[in-house]
T-cell receptor, first 115, second 110 residues
């Protein structure tokens, strides 16, 4: 049971480039979410999904897109990378279908640097 | 708006002592709270949770207290060990969003 798997672990982008951060879970969890973590700050919610085909915005959605075509996968797309998007990105999933009131499992993170 | 904050950014305790990490939240509608531990270079790891219909919950060496009147949450760690050194986050859930606080770094010295 792999849990939540994020790829890549590290990535360097040039300003203006686009890329997709991958997140997959094998626990059949309905709820998935993306956070970013900046130095000295907590995790801020970017986007979340309560089930396949459903996504919604979190606290800091600008500059990011998501889709949820399957229960297992929840990729995060950076449309045109900016230095302000340099951060560590965490994907999380939890069992609950419509409410985030159960334990969330986190991936190991993707450290992204935009130069 | 929703916000979760912590009173102390860094807490230093001696090995064997008890640790108390505090958290304030502002959303009265939040009905589920979680404490996470994050070690360097790793993702947050679940420690303990509590629902709004409870005011105390105990785990192994950890206790979470919830005071809804003053919107305060605390994490107590008994007999703190070097392996407890990490950043601790509280998080609150309201329907479909899990919002994290800034975090408190716990340092354990011998």
């Amino acid at each position: 049971n792999a849990g939540v798997t994020q790829t890549p672990k590290f990535q360097v982008l040039k300003t203006g480039q686009s890329m997709t951060l991958q997140c997959a879970q094998d626990m059949n969890h309905e709820y998935m979410s993306w956070y970013r973590q900046d130095p000295g700050m907590g995790l801020r919610l970017i986007h979340y999904s309560v089930g396949a085909g459903i996504t919604d915005q979190g606290e800091v959605p600008n500059g990011y897109n998501v889709s949820r075509s399957t229960t297992e996968d929840f990729p995060l797309r950076l449309l045109s990378a900016a230095p302000s998007q340099t951060s560590v990105y965490f994907c999380a999933s939890s069992y609950s279908s419509s409410r985030v009131n159960t334990e969330a499992f986190f991936g190991q993170g993707t450290r992204l640097t935009v130069v | 708006g929703e916000s979760v904050g912590l009173h102390l950014p860094t807490l230093s305790v001696q090995e064997g002592d008890n640790s108390i990490i505090n958290c304030a939240y502002s959303n009265s509608a939040s009905d589920y709270f979680i404490w996470y531990k994050q070690e360097s270079g790793k993702g947050p790891q679940f420690i303990i949770d509590i629902r709004s219909n409870m005011d105390k919950r105990q785990g192994q060496r950890v206790t979470v207290l919830l005071n809804k009147t003053v919107k305060h949450l605390s994490l107590q760690i008994a007999a703190t060990q070097p392996g407890d050194s990490a950043v601790y986050f509280c998080a609150e859930a309201d329907t479909d969003k899990l919002i994290f606080g800034t975090g408190t770094r716990l340092q354990v010295f011998p």
